[in-house]
Structures are given as structure tokens and as C-alpha cells.
């Protein structure tokens, strides 16, 4: 990387008369950004170009966020100029990336961790501690009592009677804790004596963030205090459990029931990554939900075939005041699932879908939205079909579709990709949701320029019922969209106010650029990317879009085979 001063420094004064590369022309406000993207050791290379960056590197919001490698710390320099500069950082990271941190990184860790009283999140990756050396937790205890925020990943070892009543009584606002590591590794030195601290830790966490079976698969005495009762979830108020390391769902099951039958009425957002909610912990889960789960408000859950749609109906009977669900892989609950979703939670704000589209797909997969009326409360709808072929079986009756949107006029983002997303479809959204901002179709094959004939012109107020604000679109995987098909598009009323465009897969030419920057008089950012395109085509796109950036502040990102990224 070259680095210049700027023209008023005397470092650069010369006889050359060029001008001056356009980062030395920035306002300090506009370096301070740029800085902020690059690595703690460039920062301060930076700092020795001249006075004016010197003073720009010096400011406090600069350090407030600090990305700290191991590799870095083992640089005495570096780690000198960092002890007086990290008094600032309210958000840390230290870690490795190839190699275990050696013995003067984590003594250099813990004494840059004694600077750092304002810090509020502290992440640490791979950073354990060594026989004899600093726990870097106990330090953080002791010398970070802002602290809210605490993420460990790979970190064996850490957790020890005195790093735990450390965390416990020096950090009494710490709130989220993340713990990415394998849980019978955390635990150092006597464990017997880490039960106690470790509960009472975890009985004032309102965010926890854990593999699925790292608490069932700790250390004996931790394991039976929490089964035992000893420790209570009662302020957790969000709850997101990973896969576990080694598949062991009996285990990964128990931590999820110990966490929703002791969480009292605060949870309000449940997590679950794997896959380990089937039929019968559905029911086992309403057995001891009860009352208790009433304030849920936030569900996603990746579930695989298990979940049938016997056992989404127990879990939406226990939280019927869900504003936001979100159903992943869940293979065996088909179309009949999503119209379950939308007829038991009439609060729902978002819905995330994802249905499985084969030949032992749940009786009702066909027609999706058969039968279904949308929430009138949603205005985020995702919904996907998987695998993405035209021979799936998936189809989407346009009379069922207009239906089904009829009620739920406020949708304002919908994200859709199915094989059998057509012209009809996308004309209904578009003259069905005046509210409509954001539309997404991630699958387009079908799609033609008939699309948009339906759709008023530009200049012309378009019916109450019709998309009048539209700001961001993606096309994809749209092969017959060309030219004459974007300039119909760009001259329909909902154009006007585009932000955002995204166009994948598709057969413009560079001549569209000119029309886009013409007819979008609010147009942003546009994205056009390919798979295939010919060579001799690259220099006219290159023309293109350098007269385009002449005349329109627009941020064009062009995606070839030959041309990874061309930026403004």
C-alpha cells in the first residue's frame, strides 16, 4: 500500500506539479472513516505520514472499536503505541488466526485489557490461557465494569473459579454472553468449584448465544447444577443455540427444556439452529411451556424432516403472540405449514418460509397459497422453495395469490423464489400493495417484459391499491429481461422512486446504463451481474459507465466473468 502526504505538507512538496492523490484532499472526517476499515498495525503507519494524520489516528472514535490479532501483540511497537491509545475502545477483539497466541500475546492481552475501563464488548478467539499465565477474563473482571458483552470461541481453559466470580461481581451490567466453545474444554482447574459461579453468572445473562449441547456436555458438577435447579434463566430475554459439535440430540434437547422451563415469562426471541425439535419435543415443550412462554415474540428454527405439522401446531399454540417466525429446512411441512403459520398467529409481522418441494411433500404442496389468508399485520414476507426446478410440483394459482394478498395490504418487503414466479405474479404484487418498498424475485425464469405492461406509466398517480413507493428491486435469474424490457420497466410509475436496483442473469447491454440513469431520476445504487459474457463487450461497459458517473451520482457495481468488481 502507498502512502502520501497531502499537498500542505512539506513532506510532499516537489517540483513534479501532478496533482495529488484524492485520499490528501479527504476531510478528516472522511479519512477517519477510511482509516477505520483498515488493520490496527496500518492505522499506525499511517500515523508517521504527516502531522494532519498523526492527529486524525490520535482521535478516541478512531480506537472506540479495536480488531486485535495475536500476531500484532507480538510486535513490541505495536503493542507499546496500542497501551496508549486503547483507553478509548469500548468494543475489542482479540484473537488468532492460523496459530495457537503465544505466552507474551496473552501477558500483552491482559495488560492492554487493564487500559480499557470504558470497554463494552470484549470477544475473544482462541485466546485460553497458558500454565502460569494471566486469565484474561479475570483481568476483564477486574478492570472492565462496563462491560456487557462477552463472546468466547476456542478459548479452553478460561473459565475458572476466580475468572467466574471475577465476571460476577466486577461486571454487573454484562448482559450477553456467547460461548462457542466446546464445553468440556471451557472449564479449567477445579471444576467442581466452577458450578456455583458459573450458574449464578448465567442466572443474570439475558442474551445467550450457545452450542445446543455445550451446557448438557459440560463438566459433571456444572451439568447436574444446572438439571438439579441451581441455576434459573429468569432475565433471559433471547436465546439462540448452534449446532453441536458432535451430534448428541438427547443432550442438545435437555439444555433447550431446562432453558424454556426455567425462563419464567421474559423470553421473548428463541433460536434454534439445530435440529432437534421434532414431534414429540414439540409436545413436551407445550407440556412446560404453559403460561410461561405467553411473551415469546421471536421464533426461528432450522428443524429438518422431524417437525411435522402436528408438532408446529403445539408450538404455536403455546406462543400465539409470535410477531415474527421464521421456519428453515423444515422438510416435512410443506405448503400446509405456511397456511398453518398464517391462520394461528394473527400478529405476525414477519414470516420467513421455507417450504420442500418433493414427490413425499406433505397432500397441499401444489397450490401454495390454497386456502391462505396473509395476517393483515405482516409486512415482511420471505418465502422459498427448495430445489429450485420447474419440475418441482410447486405452483402458485394467481386467484389464490390475489387473495391471499387482499387482506394483508401493508406488506412492505417480500422476497420471493420459486420456479413458478410469472408474469401474472409479479403484476399481482405490484397492483395489490400500495405500500409495497422492497421486492425481491430470486428466481425469474419465467418472467417477460409483460410484467410491467400492466403497470401505470410514469407521471401518472397510480391507484390507491397499486405500489407507488417502490425503493429497492432484484431481478435474478431473469434471462429474457433485455433493454426493450428494462426501458418498459424503468418507465412505469413504481421507477420513479427506485434506490436500488439488482439485476442477475440477464441479457442487457451497456446501453442500459444511459437509460436507467435517464428514466430513475432516485436511482442510487444499480448491480448488474452475469455468468457468461463476451470479451469485446467489457470496453463498452467500461465506456458506460464512466459516462454515466460523469452526469449521476449513481454507485454502479458491474459483476463479468473478466471483470470481478468495477467500482465508481
Same mark, same amino acid.
Given at each position: 500500500m502507498w502512502i502520501t502526504a497531502p499537498p500542505n505538507c512539506r513532506a510532499m512538496q516537489s517540483s513534479t506539479g501532478r496533482a495529488p492523490p484524492t485520499i490528501d484532499v479527504l476531510p478528516s472526517e472522511l479519512l477517519m472513516q477510511v482509516l477505520q476499515h483498515l488493520t490496527v498495525p496500518?492505522?499506525?503507519?499511517?500515523?508517521?505520514?504527516?502531522?494532519?494524520?498523526?492527529?486524525?489516528?490520535?482521535?478516541?472514535?478512531?480506537?472506540?472499536?479495536?480488531?486485535?490479532?495475536?500476531?500484532?501483540?507480538?510486535?513490541?511497537?505495536?503493542? =507499546?503505541?496500542?497501551?496508549?491509545?486503547? $483507553?478509548?475502545?469500548? /468494543?475489542?477483539? @482479540?484473537?488468532?488466526?492460523?496459530? #495457537?497466541?503465544? *505466552?507474551?500475546?496473552?501477558?500483552?492481552?491482559?495488560?492492554l485489557l487493564l487500559r480499557c475501563g470504558e470497554l463494552r464488548t470484549l470477544r475473544l478467539l482462541d485466546m485460553g490461557q497458558y500454565t502460569g499465565g494471566p486469565n484474561l477474563l479475570t483481568v476483564a473482571g477486574r478492570s472492565c465494569l462496563q462491560l456487557r458483552e462477552l463472546s468466547l470461541a476456542e478459548c479452553p481453559g478460561i473459565f475458572n473459579p476466580e475468572a467466574l466470580a471475577s465476571l460476577s461481581d466486577g461486571c454487573p451490567r454484562l448482559e450477553k454472553l456467547e460461548l462457542l466453545t466446546d464445553g468440556e474444554e471451557i472449564f479449567g482447574g477445579d471444576v467442581a468449584q466452577c458450578a456455583a459461579p458459573f450458574c449464578r453468572l448465567l442466572g443474570r445473562i439475558q442474551v445467550l448465544h450457545v452450542r445446543a449441547d455445550m451446557l448438557a456436555t459440560s463438566a459433571g458438577p456444572?451439568?447436574?447444577?444446572? =438439571?438439579?435447579?441451581?441455576?434459573?434463566? $429468569?432475565?433471559?430475554? /433471547?436465546?439462540? @443455540?448452534?449446532?453441536?459439535?458432535? #451430534?448428541?440430540? *438427547?443432550?442438545?434437547?435437555?439444555?433447550?427444556?431446562?432453558?424454556?422451563?426455567?425462563?419464567?415469562?421474559?423470553?421473548?426471541?428463541?433460536?434454534?439452529?439445530?435440529?432437534?425439535?421434532?414431534?414429540?419435543?414439540a409436545g413436551q415443550i407445550a407440556a412446560r411451556v404453559g403460561?410461561?412462554?405467553?411473551?415469546?415474540?421471536?421464533?426461528h428454527l432450522d428443524a429438518g424432516d422431524k417437525l411435522t405439522v402436528w408438532g408446529l401446531r403445539q408450538l404455536l399454540k403455546c406462543w400465539p403472540g409470535l410477531q415474527s417466525l421464521s421456519l428453515v429446512h423444515c422438510l416435512s411441512l410443506g405448503a400446509e405449514g405456511f397456511r398453518l403459520a398464517c391462520q394461528e398467529l394473527p400478529d405476525l409481522t414477519r414470516l420467513r418460509y421455507q417450504i420442500a418441494a418433493s414427490p413425499d411433500a406433505p397432500a397441499g404442496s401444489a397450490d401454495v397459497f390454497r386456502g391462505t389468508r396473509l395476517p393483515p399485520s405482516l409486512r415482511v414476507l420471505q418465502l422459498y422453495v427448495?430445489?429450485?426446478?420447474?419440475?418441482?410440483?410447486?405452483?402458485?394459482?394467481?386467484?389464490?395469490?390475489?387473495?391471499?394478498?387482499?387482506?394483508?395490504?401493508?406488506?412492505?418487503?417480500?422476497?420471493?423464489?420459486?420456479?413458478?414466479?410469472?408474469?401474472?405474479?409479479?403484476?399481482?404484487?405490484?397492483?395489490?400493495?400500495?405500500?409495497?418498498?422492497?421486492?425481491?424475485?430470486?428466481?425469474?425464469?419465467?418472467?417477460?417484459?409483460?410484467?410491467?405492461?400492466?403497470?401505470?406509466?410514469?407521471?401518472?398517480?397510480?391507484?390507491?391499491h397499486a405500489s407507488a413507493a417502490m425503493l429497492e428491486l432484484t431481478l435474478a435469474n431473469c434471462p429474457s429481461l433485455d433493454d426493450g424490457s428494462l426501458s418498459r420497466l424503468c418507465t412505469c410509475s413504481v421507477a420513479?422512486?427506485?434506490?436500488?436496483?439488482?439485476?442477475?442473469?440477464?441479457?442487457?447491454?451497456?446501453?442500459?446504463?444511459?437509460?436507467?440513469?435517464?428514466?430513475?431520476?432516485?436511482?442510487?445504487?444499480?448491480?448488474?451481474?452475469?455468468?457468461?459474457?463476451?470479451?469485446?463487450?467489457?470496453?463498452m461497459w467500461h465506456h458506460a459507465a464512466a459516462v454515466v458517473n460523469k452526469n449521476r451520482d449513481i454507485h454502479l457495481r458491474i459483476d463479468l466473468p473478466e471483470l470481478a468488481n468495477m467500482g465508481r
Open positions: 496500518t492505522r499506525l503507519v499511517c500515523a508517521q505520514v504527516c502531522r494532519r494524520w498523526a492527529d486524525v489516528v490520535r482521535a478516541p472514535v478512531l480506537w472506540e472499536r479495536l480488531p486485535v490479532t495475536a500476531t500484532a501483540l507480538d510486535d513490541y511497537s505495536t503493542a =507499546a503505541r496500542l497501551m496508549t491509545l486503547a $483507553t478509548a475502545a469500548k /468494543e475489542l477483539d @482479540l484473537g488468532t488466526v492460523f496459530e #495457537p497466541p503465544s *505466552a507474551i500475546a496473552i501477558d500483552r492481552a491482559a495488560t456444572v451439568a447436574a447444577a444446572i =438439571a438439579t435447579g441451581w441455576c434459573r434463566f $429468569t432475565r433471559l430475554r /433471547e436465546v439462540t @443455540l448452534d449446532p453441536p459439535a458432535s #451430534p448428541s440430540p *438427547a443432550r442438545a434437547t435437555r439444555v433447550l427444556l431446562d432453558i424454556i422451563s426455567g425462563q419464567g415469562d421474559q423470553l421473548q426471541r428463541l433460536t434454534v439452529h439445530s435440529q432437534v425439535v421434532t414431534d414429540a419435543i403460561l410461561k412462554g405467553a411473551n415469546l415474540r421471536h421464533l427448495t430445489p429450485t426446478d420447474e419440475a418441482c410440483g410447486i405452483r402458485v394459482g394467481e386467484p389464490a395469490f390475489a387473495t391471499a394478498l387482499g387482506g394483508c395490504r401493508g406488506l412492505t418487503h417480500v422476497t420471493i423464489s420459486w420456479p413458478a414466479c410469472d408474469d401474472s405474479l409479479v403484476a399481482c404484487l405490484l397492483l395489490t400493495l400500495p405500500q409495497l418498498q422492497c421486492l425481491h424475485l430470486l428466481d425469474c425464469r419465467l418472467v417477460t417484459g409483460k410484467a410491467w405492461e400492466t403497470l401505470p406509466p410514469a407521471g401518472i398517480r397510480p391507484a390507491d420513479t422512486s427506485l434506490n436500488w436496483l439488482w439485476l442477475d442473469g440477464t441479457a442487457v447491454t451497456p446501453d442500459c446504463l444511459t437509460l436507467l440513469a435517464r428514466e430513475c431520476p432516485s436511482l442510487l445504487e444499480v448491480y448488474i451481474r452475469w455468468t457468461e459474457l463476451p470479451t469485446s463487450n467489457i470496453e
